[in-house]
């Protein structure tokens, strides 16, 4: 995987997120049949998938280190970013914080 395809899949991940509202990234992937394959990635996103894989053939123990959306020490789960503030949202802000991690991808050179 490249850091294009990376973006590009994030973008069209949570893009769907946003129009559904979903809690819950799987569930969505199931029910888009063009981003099934993304059930297997690490978290079932594209850019954890991406960071993780250089990071372990990079030999860095920080395997966010190279999130091509949210370059941060601590990740995306811990302090204050959109996906945390994703996961602790309701159906209306749920939609909001997917948006603004689609729109980062789109910023960081994701293609629609």
């Known amino acids: 995987m490249t850091q294009q395809q990376a973006l590009d899949e994030c973008y069209a991940l949570w893009t769907a997120l946003a129009k559904s509202g979903d809690s819950d990234k799987l569930n969505a992937i199931y029910r888009n049949t063009n981003l099934e394959h993304l059930s297997t ?8 998938e991406y960071s993780h894989k250089l990071a372990r053939k990079e ?3 920080n395997l966010c280190t190279y999130c ?16 945390y503030d994703w996961s602790n949202a309701t159906i209306e802000n749920r939609r909001f914080y997917a948006q603004q991690i689609a729109d980062l991808a789109l910023e960081k050179g994701a293609r629609p």
Request: proline content about 11%.
């Open 68 to 83: 091509p959306i949210w370059n941060t020490e601590y990740g995306c789960e811990k302090g204050k970013s959109p996906y």
């Open 41 to 48: 990635y690490i978290y079932h996103c594209p850019c954890c």
């Open 59 to 61: 030999g860095m123990e």
